[in-house]
């Protein structure tokens, strides 16, 4: 299914109904930030991990993890008087990459989660949106006791240029996700914004 990652602009005192994709590396946090930002109770559809799954995808660094995304998170959440985005948060397992494709049908953006412990697990994601002309963001999700990156070290470290936005977050804080959302929003929207400007927290 194609994906498409345009919308007509809002009417002056109407809302857009934006879709936005929240993808990621396995256990980087997408259930946790589609959780926090909702304002309606979200859809997951997690599963315990088995031993099955274990296997398929090591859980080192993350081996306090017991469920896993199945097939897709849901939530929505009103960004301000003119924007709603409905969050589809994708599965992180390779073996279930297979929805990402429909799943990205309609989506205007997405946020890719990093895990600065496992950043390499965020790459297919990231190149997957690049190859389908999909705007993005990487949050990086700052897990307690992780190092510490500055933003330009995980752009340097993840190969990416400079109209890409990197931003701090903690996927369990509820103004830090919508944080990263209106920061994608004003990204689609200003895209050029990014380049003449550095990244804040």
């Known amino acids: 299914m194609a994906c498409a990652n345009g919308s007509e602009p809002a009417a ?3 809302s857009a109904t934006l879709k936005v994709l929240v993808a990621g590396g396995f256990g980087a946090g997408k259930t946790t930030f589609v959780g926090a930002v909702s304002e309606i ?3 997951s559809t997690e599963e315990l991990l088995s031993g099955l799954s274990e296997a398929a995808d090591p859980l080192d660094g993350v081996e306090a993890k017991t469920t896993t ?3 897709l998170d849901f939530g929505r959440i009103t960004l301000d008087e003119r924007h709603v985005l409905y969050l589809f948060g994708t599965p992180g397992q390779q073996r279930f990459w297979f929805l990402w494709e429909e799943l990205c049908a309609g989506a205007l953006g997405a946020v890719v989660l990093a895990d600065t412990r496992r950043l390499a697990d ?3 994601a990231v190149d997957f949106f690049e190859r389908r002309g999909i705007g993005f963001v990487v949050a990086v999700n700052e897990f307690a006791g992780g190092h510490r990156y500055a933003p330009d070290e995980v752009r340097d ?3 990416l ?3 890409v936005p990197v931003v701090r977050c903690d996927a369990r804080l509820p103004s830090s996700g919508t944080g990263v959302l209106a920061s994608l929003v004003h990204h689609l929207l ?3 914004d990014s380049i003449r400007s550095s990244c804040r927290p």
Do not use: D, I, K, Y
């Open 12 to 14: 002056r005192g109407s």
């Open 41 to 43: 109770e979200p859809l």
């Open 69 to 71: 995304t199945v097939a």
């Open 122 to 124: 965020c790459f297919p």
């Open 157 to 159: 470290a993840m190969g």
């Open 161 to 163: 240029g400079p109209e």
């Open 190 to 192: 200003h895209p050029n």
